[in-house]
């Protein structure tokens, strides 16, 4: 499986992005998948989670009601929307899937740059 992120950029405190993840190769095959960030100097982090069939879905505390995780399995992507963002946003985000196997894949990252 091949992640490719798009939809990183610059944005002022209190704006939106949206983080956009297109799967292809064997996407069939994929189970679970979710957003990650690491920060300059910080581990790399999950921000959100979503299930195969997007039922259930989990966030970190410190996006909680402000970032939303969606999935569209039509179109191979994961999305990743994010509002009233902070300056402690500002990170690389990784999109991540698990297969069914258990095997896991990682795009190469986009950035997100939050102003205060």
């Known amino acids: 499986v091949q992640l490719v992120e798009s939809g990183g950029g610059l944005v002022q405190a209190g704006g939106s992005l949206r983080l956009s993840c297109a799967a292809s190769g064997s996407t069939f095959s994929i189970n679970a998948m979710g957003w990650y960030r690491q920060a300059p100097g910080k581990q790399r982090e999950l921000v959100a989670g979503i299930t195969a069939d997007g039922g259930s879905t989990n966030y970190a505390d410190s996006v909680k009601g402000r970032f939303t995780i969606s999935r569209d399995n039509a179109k191979n992507t994961m999305y990743l929307q994010m509002n009233s963002l902070k300056p402690e946003d500002t990170a690389v985000y990784y999109c991540?899937?698990?297969?069914?196997?258990?095997?896991?894949?990682w795009g190469q990252g986009t950035q997100v740059t939050v102003s205060s």
């Open positions: 991540h899937a698990r297969s069914f196997m258990g095997r896991g894949s």
